[in-house]
């Protein structure tokens, strides 16, 4: 009777011992994808033929994956869009999953190389524009369509990334503006100074200009 007792609590040490070396065998493998580069400022970053993203820091050029691979085109074309923020930590760049745009952001002191992060998923056909701006804030225009109205949001990307990688909170919007549903031509989004973003038209005319809270 005793032996029964003492094997199966073996047994039940050995099971403990193995469900522990799993779930430190898995954060292991999630720590070795976190890259840190936080003293290096991103050099460059480019969209791919291949559809990769490019990205130099120092002596190292690493290449983020896209949706834009499963599609076998070439992203050479000036709408595949990526941008560095002024401090040179954070990249944006636009994406796909599915049908569905995507804006998704590289932050250099931590992420989950070799994927971005998904900042914002769109519905289905949506257009869009962004600036990464002084103070490491990111402006997100939406264009708009016949029945929603274009509207611009600010969002705070320090904060986003304060408690990665448990939590990525992309809700920390600092300014929102709507504009009248009739205002289907702003169409881009620009940096002019610490104080401000300017909206322009297809054209690349300046339309309104907006002060950052």
């Known amino acids: 009777m005793k032996s029964g007792k003492h094997y199966a609590l073996n047994f039940l040490i050995v099971a403990l011992l193995l469900v522990a070396f799993y ?5 292991s493998l999630k720590q070795q994808t976190l890259k840190n580069y936080s003293k290096y400022k991103i050099q460059e970053a480019l969209f791919t033929a291949d559809c990769t993203i490019a990205v130099k820091i120092k002596d190292e050029t690493l290449s983020l994956k896209t949706g ?4 076998g085109i ?14 040179g930590k954070y990249l944006a760049h636009v994406d796909i ?6 804006l998704r ?23 869009y524009d962004f600036s990464l701006l002084p103070g ?6 939406t264009r708009a369509t016949a029945t929603i ?11 986003s990334y304060k408690n990665y990688p448990n939590v990525f909170n992309t809700q920390t919007i600092v300014q929102e503006q709507n504009f009248p549903k009739s205002a289907s031509t702003y169409w881009y989004v620009e940096t002019v100074d610490k104080t401000s973003i300017r909206i322009l ?3 690349k005319v300046p339309l309104a200009q907006i002060k950052l809270n």
């Open 23 to 27: 779930l430190w065998f898995n954060q």
């Open 68 to 71: 834009y691979q499963d599609l």
């Open 74 to 87: 070439s992203c050479l074309d000036p709408k595949f869009i990526v941008k560095i923020s002024p401090s």
């Open 97 to 102: 999953a599915g049908s569905a745009p995507q």
């Open 105 to 127: 952001t590289f932050f250099t002191e931590k992420t989950k190389y070799p994927t971005s992060d998904v900042f914002l998923t769109f519905p289905p056909d949506t257009d």
């Open 136 to 141: 490491d804030k990111l402006a997100v225009l």
């Open 149 to 159: 109205p274009a509207k611009l949001t600010v969002y705070d990307l320090p904060l």
């Open 201 to 203: 038209d297809k054209n």
